[in-house]
């Protein structure tokens, strides 16, 4: 007997304990089966389960069980990042924590680097016990680690291999360099945030010509000291006759060019720019193109170095800014001052500011590496969905510059180069080979020193789709998975992963590494509001498995989880999609009181009954449906098309239907019933799986007389064949009917007990028969007193058309016409004042500009439903209008 009701907190790890122990995450050994294979995006070692996680992970599982089911041989490939930076930084922290004043330093690279792994082991990967909460069926027998020894030889051979073709190389270029951390960092670890800052505006006196100066302005006067030029455009007459002559840069005494260059706006301030080469992007470039001299004034730490002036040296950089300003004012160069908001990148884990900071680094040729990307995509080799971020792909793309490739931590690959005393470096994939190529260059073994610096965590991680199958060996894995089919990612690292394993895939694999990338939306808080720490809104999905059942949570996120449309996730919604668990429960315990005991050998085809023809069209085109849809990567339409059958049609309808069946006297109609529902609730175990997994399997466990996983058993391959027009139009029929009745009975305000009559007006043949069969059913369903047929329309009757019939409703003495006009105009006005109200406010321009997004949203939403009420209780004032 089945339990009152579902226990979530009991069945879920003791079925995934089952899925496990029975091998049933693995790929299929039957070589005649299609592969089917999605590396799983590795989470950081030091991450925990977050919304997009659960998100994420719970599409690729749909994914994999669906194709699972349909025979392929599967395999979600799991693993884990090594996360550099932020592993580094846990490991550091703890080691303050004990109080000994060690660094890591102290330690030294081969103990602290030994303290990590040991970290790593006794406390990283929490996330994979908590994806297996989520139900993630991946093959955890094969799990991988970036820096496990597999995966750290295919780093090295692929860094090697890329040099040996010029495509790595060592250059000094600016970086995004944290001097908190002491570390070049990505692009994706820079956050801007908005700084009520200053712009100070300089005059630099023209050679030669006493009196007259050219104004710059910044925001970041200590940078002023590496300043080697002036840029002003071409175009603009103020300047023509200065370009070419020089400045003498204040308190440095440097002579610089003042060059034309179209970076310089004529329209931003004094349409002049300060050029410092070595601390700005844009000014990096323009001294490229212009020649102009790259001088580096601060140190790793943020200090002004030797090549700032005498007494300016050793400065920590705002302590330095502070001086310059002062001393400007007292030269009488600083020409005004203005308040200036503006964006300033942070280090997303240090949070200091960052600089730009010219550097000796490694780098990845990726203009030449991203030709055959771009082209694999334009080809469509690999479609994006929604289409729409190839845009985005495309962009990053055709602009790619240099990848920095290396960083100065300890934790992570460490370069393969090693380097002689004269500073010659040698590349290979052991100590080894290095001193074996430094011997034959300088004709003697010599002394070798390995570079410090380890390699970007996107390095490694761009070669995921392949090394985690094996690569570089051959391996059969690698043969039969490679590519793979589909990757499923957020949008804000199609750059950063997604671009670079396309490039690395091509170029290693001569295939992309797989033929679509799905981006998913973002999940919001309920409100449209990204999830912050700093706002409290962050959402904790293990918090809301614990509450509503893991089914319910994966179910609310596909049925939400339309393309480009990002998540507003409201507790509601996860609670009533548990009401859709317990309601496919309910519908189970109905079956087993109503012994419907499922038979393998039951042909859906031979059913005899109208009702059970009805359904068993309903359940192929709710399979076609749902294959569909998961094929177009749309979960949304095919949670609702599973929703809407089970809830609808199955529940509300179907089983209704059957009652009279079920306790009749036929007994061949009972126990055809009996083995049709069965049938059907059998079905809908299947389709649901992939989505609500536990569930699913429990109910399998108890109904299907089978002591096969339902994880394991086939997807439903049923043939169009089995719908029946002639049951579906008699049974839509009367669903229309009793629908049509039940909300005029609502909008009239008919009293929930009151019986009524109906009458049908122009009744064929067909129709007649129709009521002659269900007219029991009818009656039960819509509370009704009795039925007949007329060709007249008495007074007092609320009319309904259905199809070429016009059903009838006598209200008269049912409910007070005067009465319920009055309720229905006071509700209406009511419900018009709110609407005026909110339009008070959207239409008020100091409201939009001042009330967030999320706020303004809400009042439109609020809108949209009371207007939806209005129309609604205008039809049935016009509809009451008529009866009198």
């Not at 090295?156 to 000094?172: N, R, S, T």
């Not at 694999?376 to 845009?391: H, L, S, Y």
């Not at 369903?781 to 039925?787: F, G, M, P, S, T």
Request: with cysteine; aromatic share 10%.
């Amino acid at each position: 007997m089945l339990d009152k009701t579902f226990n979530p907190t009991e069945v879920e790890p003791r079925l995934y304990a089952a899925w496990e122990s029975a091998g049933a995450f693995q790929p299929k050994s039957d070589p005649d089966a299609d592969p089917y294979c999605i590396v799983i995006p590795p989470p950081n070692v030091t991450g925990s389960l977050h919304m997009g996680h659960a998100l994420n992970n719970t599409l690729q599982d749909i994914l994999v069980r669906f194709e699972r089911m349909r025979g392929k041989s599967v395999l979600w490939q799991p693993g884990m990042d090594h996360a550099g930076i932020a592993t580094q930084m846990v490991v550091e922290r703890q080691i303050a924590a004990e109080g000994t004043n060690m660094t890591r330093r102290d330690m030294g690279r081969e103990a602290f680097v030994e303290r990590i792994w040991k970290w790593k082991e006794e406390s990283g990967g929490t996330i994979f016990n908590q994806l297996r909460r989520l139900g993630a069926s991946c093959d955890w027998t094969r799990e991988r680690f970036t820096m496990d020894e597999g995966l750290s030889a295919a780093v090295l051979k692929v860094f090697v291999q890329l040099h040996k073709e010029g495509l790595i190389y060592k250059d000094k270029r600016l970086v995004n360099w944290d001097p908190k951390l002491q570390t070049a960092i990505s692009d994706l670890e820079v956050v801007n945030k908005e700084v009520q800052g200053h712009l100070w505006h300089f005059k630099y006196p023209i050679e030669g010509e006493a009196g007259r100066f050219i104004t710059v302005a910044t925001t970041r006067p200590e940078t002023m000291l590496g300043d080697t030029g002036v840029a002003v455009h071409p175009d603009d007459e103020r300047y023509s006759g200065l370009v070419g002559k020089h400045v003498i840069l204040p308190i440095v005494g440097r002579r610089i060019p003042i060059v034309a260059d179209e970076y310089a706006d004529p329209e931003q301030g004094s349409g002049a720019v300060k050029i410092t080469p070595a601390h700005d992007f844009n000014d990096f470039e323009v001294g490229r193109r212009r020649n102009l001299e790259m001088i580096n004034v601060l140190d790793a730490g943020g200090n002004t170095n030797e090549n700032a002036p005498e007494g300016w040296r050793g400065l920590e950089r705002f302590k330095c800014r502070a001086l310059i300003i002062e001393e400007f004012e007292s030269l009488g160069l600083l020409a005004q001052v203005d308040d200036h908001t503006h964006q300033v990148p942070f280090g997303d884990r240090s949070d200091v500011p960052i600089e730009p900071w010219l550097t000796d680094q490694w780098y990845v040729d990726a203009k030449t590496l991203a030709a055959p990307a771009l082209k694999a995509v334009r080809d469509g080799d690999t479609v994006f969905v929604p289409k729409t971020w190839e845009n985005t792909y495309f962009n990053w793309l055709d602009n790619i510059q240099p990848w920095c490739i290396s960083r100065q931590l300890w934790w992570g690959h460490q370069i393969p180069a090693w380097y002689a005393e004269d500073g010659t470096f040698f590349v290979a994939e052991s100590e080894a080979d290095a001193h074996a190529q430094a011997e034959e260059k300088f004709g003697k073994p010599v002394s070798l020193t390995r570079d410090e610096d380890v390699l970007d965590t996107w390095f490694s991680s761009a070669l995921w789709p392949f090394s985690t199958l094996g690569w570089p060996d051959q391996t059969p894995e690698l043969d039969r998975f490679y590519k793979t089919d589909v990757l499923v990612t957020g949008f804000d690292i199609i750059f950063f992963w997604v671009a670079r394993m396309m490039m690395m895939g091509l170029h290693f694999m001569k295939e992309v590494p797989f033929h679509t990338v799905y981006i998913h939306a973002l999940v919001r808080d309920e409100r449209g509001q990204k999830m912050s720490k700093s706002k409290g809104n962050i959402v904790d999905p293990l918090d809301l498995m614990d509450e509503f059942g893991t089914d319910a949570l994966r179910f609310t996120l596909a049925a939400m989880a339309a393309q480009g449309r990002d998540i507003q996730l409201a507790k509601s919604r996860i609670e009533g999609y548990r009401n859709f668990g317990t309601k496919l429960w309910n519908a189970s315990r109905f079956c087993e009181m109503n012994e419907c005991v499922y038979d393998a050998a039951f042909d859906p085809s031979n059913v005899n009954e109208t009702v059970n023809k009805w359904i068993v069209g309903e359940v192929e085109r709710t399979v076609s449906g749902i294959e569909v849809a998961i094929a177009g990567y749309r979960f949304n339409e095919a949670a609702a098309t599973a929703y809407r059958f089970v809830w609808n049609v199955y529940c509300d309808w179907y089983l209704e239907f059957i009652k009279p069946l079920l306790s009749g006297n036929d007994e061949a109609a009972k126990t055809e019933t009996r083995a049709t529902a069965a049938w059907a609730l059998n079905q809908i175990l299947r389709l649901l799986h992939p989505f609500m997994p536990f569930i699913t399997e429990e109910l399998w466990a108890r109904t299907a007389g089978s002591s096969e996983l339902l994880i394991n058993a086939p997807w439903p391959s049923l043939p169009s064949s089995l719908i029946d027009q002639t049951a579906d139009t008699e049974l839509d029929w009367v669903i229309t009917l009793v629908s049509e009745i039940r909300s005029v009975r609502a909008e009239m305000n008919v009293p929930p007990g009151a019986k009524i009559p109906l009458l049908i007006k122009g009744a064929d043949a067909v129709v007649k028969n129709r009521l002659d069969t269900h007219e029991a059913l009818i009656k039960r369903l819509a509370r009704l007193e009795w039925i007949n047929t007329t060709e007249e329309v008495p007074a007092g009757c609320a009319q309904i058309v259905i199809g070429d019939q016009v059903a009838l409703l006598p209200l008269e003495g049912v409910i007070d016409f005067a009465q319920e006009t009055t309720r229905l105009q006071k509700e209406i006005g009511k419900t018009e004042g709110e609407i005026a109200k909110i339009n008070g406010k959207l239409g008020n321009e100091k409201f939009l500009a001042k009330a967030p997004d999320h706020v303004v949203e809400e009042q439109r939403e609020r809108r949209a439903t009371a207007q939806a009420r209005v129309n609604k209780l205008n039809e049935a004032l016009e509809r009451l209008s008529a009866l009198g």
